[in-house]
T-cell receptor, first 115, second 116 residues
């Protein structure tokens, strides 16, 4: 399966710890997007990255959250000093070019539980 | 501002019944895209359909059909002869046609329960 790969699928952290979520885009895709789904809600856009560049982070919380997409390796969403409100499913999506046709390919999500 | 409303929080039907999931959207853009996704209990997002704002033709795919009406800003989804495997949360989503097409606006979802 050459789809968008996310890991871990499930992550449990205690308050104050750090969470790192990884996303490998589909083969040939150089644009990555992160979305967050809070319990019982729809997904909400967080950040859009290309290799080594953050293009749009208008949906990212100002503190504790960061994202990167290095030249080599997966994109990483990092949450420092997690709090219970960070418990959510985090979805990564990718596209081959800027998604002018609106078509993103989503991964299976990483579910973060903060105790 | 863009907005997607799925007023039906949860629907329960008996197997083989038809069911329609409503989606109403708001946008000032003339070019936009609408989507439906299925989220089964396992949690992944399954793409069902994408429709651009210039194509109002209804679409049928097997037991699934979609009714897009710009006049009422609605993009409703009907499952004919529902099956237990259709049980899932269904999301409608909207995005711009240009500049920022990656910022999907999702509705809050409709949980469909199909009972055997």
């Amino acid at each position: 399966n050459a789809g968008v790969m996310q890991n871990p699928r499930h992550l449990v952290r205690r308050r104050g710890q750090e969470a790192r979520l990884r996303c490998s885009p589909m083969k040939g895709h150089s644009h990555v997007y992160w979305y967050r789904q809070l319990p019982e809600e729809g997904l909400k856009f967080m950040v859009y990255l290309q290799k080594e560049n953050i293009i749009d982070e208008s949906g990212m919380p100002k503190e504790r959250f960061s994202a990167e997409f290095p030249k080599e390796g997966p994109s990483i969403l990092r949450i420092q000093q997690v709090v219970r409100g960070d418990s959510a499913a985090y979805f990564c999506a990718s596209s081959q070019a800027l998604a002018n046709t609106g078509e993103l390919f989503f991964g299976e999500g990483s579910r973060l539980t903060v105790l | 501002a863009q907005k997607v409303t799925q007023a039906q929080t949860e629907i329960s039907v008996v197997e083989k019944e038809d069911v329609t999931l409503d989606c109403v959207y708001e946008t000032r853009d003339t070019t936009y895209y609408l989507f439906w996704y299925k989220q089964p209990p396992s949690g992944e997002l399954v793409f069902l359909i994408r429709r651009n704002s210039f194509d109002e033709q209804n679409e049928i795919s097997g037991r699934y059909s979609w009714n897009f009406q710009k006049s009422t800003s609605s993009f409703n989804f009907t499952i004919t002869a529902s099956q237990v495997v259709d049980s899932a949360v269904y999301f409608c989503a909207l995005t711009k046609g240009f500049s920022g097409t990656y910022k999907y606006i999702f509705g809050t979802g409709t949980r469909l329960k199909v009972l055997a």
